[in-house]
Antibody
Framework: EVQLVESGGGLEKPGGSLRLSCAAS????????MSWVRQAPGMGLEWVGR??????????DYAAPVKGRFTISRDDSKNTLYLQMNSLKTEDTAVYYC???????????????WGQGTLVTVSS | QTVVTQEPSLTVSPGGTVTLTCASS?????????PNWFQQKPGQAPRALIY???NKHSWTPARFSGSLLGGKAALTLSGVQPEDEAEYYC?????????FGTGTKVTVL
């Protein structure tokens, strides 16, 4: 059974930093492409960014609102995904979900498993 | 900025059929956008239903089906059950970036 467990959320002031973690089990993490998705209170889902497996280059892509402020990384030896969030803004307040990608012969553009999420609140 | 638009809300009777659509501001949606569909119930994380336009995950009930319809991605619920009341989101892939749809609230009444 695939499990994705996020941690590291909490209250932070505007301009501050937080690092989220996602512990993965039940999948071959080193082969997995992973994304972070967020959901502001009462709002819809927003893709934050994705990291490919190291086999596929380990490259990252980000949504425009977080590019240059957020960094996704991975530690395959610990089966853990990270989201480093710097220069936080009040509009970054959201539940942050860790997700895994489902790969087919055509690529890894699909998302399958989701964690339960961790709440990040940015407020003075 | 790319916008992916869904119907804000739809109502369906138990046992009925309802189709949700997912439109891209860039033009017609094709299989190359790898349309995904997700279901989210209040207080829960989203759950994946459909990937690559038409494919079901192992846990997806048979009454859910995906397709392309009139230049949009579509999700059809047939034989709707009360437990299908939820918010539904589509996801489209734009070559390195992903955009979620605005979401459709499905009410079973």
């Amino acid at each position: 059974e695939v499990q994705l467990v996020e941690s590291g959320g909490g209250l932070e002031k505007p301009g501050g930093s937080l690092r989220l973690s996602c512990a993965a089990s039940g999948l071959t993490f080193s082969n997995a492409w992973m994304s972070w998705v967020r959901q502001a209170p009462g709002m819809g889902l927003e893709w934050v960014g994705r990291i490919k497996s190291k086999t596929d280059g380990g490259t990252t892509d980000y949504a425009a609102p977080v590019k240059g402020r957020f960094t996704i990384s991975r530690d395959d030896s610990k089966n853990t995904l990270y989201l480093q969030m710097n220069s936080l803004k009040t509009e970054d307040t959201a539940v942050y979900y860790c997700t895994s990608h489902y790969c087919t012969g055509a690529g890894c553009a699909n998302i399958d498993y989701w964690g339960q999420g961790t709440l990040v609140t940015v407020s003075s | 900025q790319t916008v992916v638009t869904q119907e804000p809300s739809l109502t369906v009777s138990p046992g009925g059929t309802v189709t949700l659509t997912c439109a891209s501001s860039t033009g017609a949606v094709t299989s190359g956008y790898y349309p995904n569909w997700f279901q989210q119930k209040p207080g829960q994380a989203p759950r994946a239903l459909i990937y690559s336009t038409i494919n079901k995950h192992s846990w997806t009930p048979a009454r859910f089906s995906g397709s392309l319809l009139g230049g949009k991605a579509a999700l059809t619920l047939s034989g709707v059950q009360p437990e299908d009341e939820a918010e539904y989101y589509c996801l489209l892939y734009y070559g390195g970036a992903y955009v979620f749809g605005t979401g459709t609230k499905v009410t079973v009444l």
